[in-house]
């Protein structure tokens, strides 16, 4: 039987040698499935495995007189699709971690810290508590200017008080909130 096999093999790598293009052909439609179904099983994906056994044909393309072991051609092939396909999968596996790391990365830089969560918490908790302790008018003023986003004009208007009485409230509420607490809050 493996004598039937070297004859097989001894009369395509002849036929390549001799009649490279239609000897090609017929190799690549005889194989081309079955090693295809090989590289996907080790791939899990279709077309990287086709593209990998194309590649392989290639390889014996450009290699065609070097072809002298008519046993050896099946194999090669199959060890080639093999190879190129464990390659492939480091490559990918090597992009993966990459990826993986980068986005890690960029997250943490994007991503507050716990720590700096329970400082913006705990100081807008205080912030809140000192502006619930100013007088009044201060707190009204406060409370639409900088939590409703309202315009002085918009406050006086509500509150039915001169534009100037409100921006100086604002201001004087201001400088209270930064000596209770040191706030730097941009006016």
Known sequence: MENNYKDIGSMIVQSIQEDKESTFNKLFNEHF???????????????????????CFIKVWKRYKQLTDPGGLKSYLYAAVKNDCISYLRKQSIRNKKREVYLEKAAAKLAPSIEQEM?????????????????EKMREVVQLYYLEEKSAV??????????????????????????????LIAA
């Open 154 to 183: 918009e406050i006086g208007r509500l509150l039915q008080k001169n534009c100037d009485t409100v921006q100086h409230q604002r201001q004087t509420a201001l400088n209270l909130l930064r000596n209770k607490k040191k706030f």
């Open 33 to 55: 499935s079955a090693l295809s179904f090989f590289a996907r099983s080790i791939t899990g994906q279709e077309l990287f495995a086709q593209d990998i056994v194309q590649e």
């Open 119 to 135: 400082i913006c918490a705990e100081t807008a908790y205080e912030l809140y508590a000192h502006i619930g302790r100013l007088p």
